[in-house]
């Protein structure tokens, strides 16, 4: 009996590849291997022989669907695409990113193929038959397990920064280009350009160390003093929803549900108490250092390393024995 298939979509901008399609096939390689399936990687493009050569470093076989109507992400385009690749291959579980463009083609295929959609998992498990998915409730505080209806394929989305990046294939990588053509007039709209957002932005994702500010630092002017501390450590600033909403950081700093996942090797977050909406974006740090007052405050639960102190009288030491060691 043929083995089933576990097919992971991946994503790609500016031709360049996505950080969360890297944990996408680290989740589709741990489902594989959890499900007993083979698995296969699919990406969308046009010219994209290069992104295809990356993305088959970490995988045995790789689908890339070439065409000029995709050159850019268009979600009636990539369904009407996919969907001929995947009555060919007929696999068993289909996973994408939960992001943006996942949850819109995600819910998409699952209308097109009339088959289940679990979004925003952080696990996968199969029992009796029934595919469930782990999702978490009311902000982190609780985790439930939706079962999905039964059918032959269910299509899943894996929220970023649960599953590590796997490490490169060292044999045995297949790539299968297909030129697919697609009629633009079956389309209502078209993509004609991506507009970068104005430079100068800071991608806090791309840091190893970051100082979280919270609004327990009690004012915008004190700030500066964080700031000091992630420049004389070569990191930068994150914040949580109110800070950002205060105006005292911009929005590309924010840190949790609703901002960005970060997992940086070092997150030293002052003044943060713990909201689970925060915790949601930078849990998965490496290591997480907590500077508070409150002794109760939930950011201690997930803290590697815990001061209990006021932010005055335990950054600037912290910064002089800093300056020492350099």
């Given amino acids: 009996m043929t083995k089933g298939l576990i097919l992971a ?20 390689k741990d489902f594989s291997s959890k499900f007993d399936l083979n698995m296969a990687v699919v990406l969308c493009g046009c010219d994209c022989s290069d992104l295809a050569s ?8 790789l689908y890339c669907l070439e065409s000029e109507q995709l050159k850019y992400y268009s979600c009636d385009r ?23 463009q996942g949850m819109e083609l995600g819910a998409s295929l699952g209308g ?20 469930i998915g782990v999702r978490e409730l009311f902000g982190g505080k609780v985790r ?11 299509i899943v989305s894996i929220r970023p920064g649960r599953f590590d990046v796997v490490a490169e294939e060292s044999v045995g990588n297949e790539i299968v280009s297909e030129k697919i053509l697609l009629d633009s007039t079956d389309f209502l709209t078209e993509v004609l350009e ?11 994702t791309k840091f190893d160390i970051i100082i979280g500010v919270g609004r327990g630092v009690g004012d915008k002017e004190n700030i ?4 000091s501390l992630s420049k004389i450590m070569g990191g930068t600033l994150a914040a949580t929803r109110p ?47 907590a500077i508070n007052t409150d002794p109760k405050a939930p950011i201690f639960n997930v803290a590697d390393f815990g001061v209990i102190g006021d932010i005055f009288d335990v950054i600037p030491p912290m910064i002089e024995a800093i300056k020492v060691r350099q």
């Fill in 144 to 154: 439930g397990e939706f079962q999905a209806a039964l059918s032959h394929l269910v």
């Fill in 194 to 204: 991506l507009i970068p957002p104005a430079t100068g932005g800071i991608d806090i």
């Fill in 54 to 61: 990356q993305a088959a470093k970490c995988c045995s076989s």
């Fill in 224 to 227: 500066g003093l964080l700031e």
């Fill in 243 to 289: 800070v950002i909403d205060m105006g005292w950081l911009p929005r590309e700093r924010q840190v949790g549900q609703s901002g960005k996942t970060v997992k940086p090797k070092l997150y030293i977050a002052c003044g943060i108490s713990g909201a689970s909406q925060h915790i949601m974006g930078m849990k998965g740090s490496m290591k997480i250092v």
């Fill in 9 to 28: 979509i991946i994503e790609h901008r500016n031709n360049e590849m996505r950080d969360v399609s890297w944990e996408v096939i680290a989740a589709a």
């Fill in 112 to 131: 097109r193929l009339d088959v289940p959609f679990l979004p925003d998992c952080l696990d996968l498990f199969c029992k009796n038959g029934l595919w």
């Fill in 78 to 100: 990539y369904g009407a695409a996919l969907q001929g690749l995947i009555d060919k291959l007929q696999p068993t579980v289909i996973v994408l990113p939960h992001t943006t």
